[in-house]
């Protein structure tokens, strides 16, 4: 009977989507599935290529693993088995907000720790494509730091060290002009996917993953403390206070460069545009 037989169809479909998601999670196939390893296995070479998983699948089984996952613990797992089956080496997960940045990955804790304490993503080039771009682009460091400036090559040169030197980027907008960025990395020279991927699957992935984020406690994943210098903190708060720079350089005894300096600095360390901002976020974090 033709229902019976799309019936069949359905769940065998079924079965082996649930499968492949077991094995995304634990490495081992279900028992319950028809689903052969042999046919998990075209799906990457381990040797970095990506010849036979299309574009497209790496996005359904990123929405999978949102859907199915429950647990920071869990989700970090599987982001990682994910990213190993599909060619690439390592993931990350960015969320860039006004004063607070979050960072979930499996990349070196040392270069974590590094991105984080030196406040990176404020000349991370990847980053500035993001924020560029806004859609799924790819990356490499190789490719890039032929034209970056001194402190981006430096930039790439230390990611290179970890291991990070091309990868797969998916910004999203997380509203009032933050984002957030997922990223799935490789230690190759360059990235092995088309030009074609679906843009619009890849960033409803990104905001599923995101959303998954954005629920567990802040504290069990990485978060940067924002640290002013006293000169910032004093700028600042004349700035909250009403007064110009010029006004500061008159009531401070500073130089104009100076002033300039620190609030150009003090709103990089806050990842915001402009003064007025600076400031709310500035006073949100109780920083002055």
């Given at each position: 009977m033709p229902g019976l037989s799309l019936h069949r169809r359905n769940s065998r479909f079924f079965g082996e989507r649930v499968a492949q998601i077991i094995f995304l999670l634990t490495g081992q196939a279900g028992k319950t599935s028809h689903l052969d390893l042999s046919r998990e296995a075209r799906f990457a070479d381990f040797n970095g290529s990506w010849n036979f998983m299309r574009e497209t699948e790496l996005f359904d089984r990123l929405i999978d693993i949102s859907a199915a996952v429950s647990g920071e613990s869990s989700l970090r797992g599987a982001l990682?088995?994910?990213?190993?089956?599909?060619?690439?080496?390592?993931?990350?997960?960015?969320?860039?907000?006004?004063g607070r940045t979050m960072a979930v990955s499996n990349y070196p804790r040392e270069w974590q720790a590094r991105y984080l304490k030196r406040s990176y993503m404020s000349i991370d080039p990847v980053v500035a494509m993001a924020r560029r771009h806004m859609r799924l682009f790819e990356w490499s460091a190789e490719q890039e730091r032929k034209r970056a400036s001194k402190e981006v090559e430096r930039f790439y040169a230390e990611a290179s060290e970890f291991g990070i030197r091309s990868g797969l980027s998916i910004p999203i907008c997380t509203g009032f002009g933050q984002l957030a960025i997922l990223t799935l990395a490789s230690q190759s020279s360059g990235v092995p996917v088309g030009h074609e991927a679906d843009a619009v699957t890849a960033a409803s992935a990104a905001a599923m993953i995101h959303a998954r984020f954005s629920q567990q406690p802040i504290a069990s994943s990485g978060i940067e403390t924002v640290v002013l210098t006293g000169q910032e903190r004093v700028c600042l708060r004349w700035i909250a206070e009403g007064k110009t720079m010029h006004e500061i350089v008159t009531v401070g005894g500073l130089k104009y460069g100076t002033v300039r300096f620190h609030l150009s600095s003090a709103k990089r360390k806050l990842n915001v545009v402009s003064l007025p901002q600076a400031t709310a976020v500035a006073t949100k974090l109780t920083l002055i």
């Open positions: 990682a088995s994910l990213a190993k089956t599909s060619g690439f080496d390592r993931f990350a997960y960015l969320n860039l907000q006004a």
